[in-house]
């Protein structure tokens, strides 16, 4: 993705996004193409390029502007035990369920996986108390990076019919 502070391409951004996840509503993400997106958003092909390299481009500036979104809640909030952390969690993503289903409908739950790891091993508090580091921290870590992102996956699946605090409750106490 291209980084600028342009309005007019801020704006041109925020559409082929917006469109990207339109389009991954009713169409397999592998059939959709360049060429679709930027018919759907009134766009020319060269505004896209400017802005972006690859579909895949777009689907990761989206999940970086919720990894973005997420921390700034996360300080904002500054959860202090485990249940708290997780209440955060599952509160934040109970707003992108639709989102949440849409990758794993179009088979892009590892894609977004390697971004959702990469974003949490770069904030590790998120999901290791500092008391808890020793020799086996890799360990821990991709346990519980694995685990939350398996429950939030398995929770979207089942319609988030399980409050978000209850959901938090069962985690702290694992």
Known sequence: MNYTKNPTALQSQKWIIE??????????????????????????????????DSKNDVLEQYIEKL????????????????????????????????????????????????KFEKFIKSHQELLIDAQNINPQIDYIFAYRIGGFW????????????????ELALILSKA
């Open 150 to 165: 398996n429950v939030m996956l398995t929770w979207a699946s089942n319609n988030a019919v399980i409050p978000p605090a």
């Open 19 to 52: 469109t990207l996840l339109e389009l991954m509503i009713n169409m397999d993400y592998d059939k959709i193409s360049v060429s679709e997106i930027c018919r759907k958003a009134q766009l020319d092909r060269r505004t896209f390029y400017r802005n972006f």
């Open 67 to 114: 990894s973005v979104e997420y921390m700034e809640e996360f300080n904002r909030v500054n959860p202090t035990d485990k249940y708290k952390a997780a209440l955060m969690f599952f509160e934040f993503w109970q707003r992108y369920i639709p989102f949440i289903l849409k990758i794993q409908h179009c088979g892009l739950s590892s894609f977004m996986f390697m």
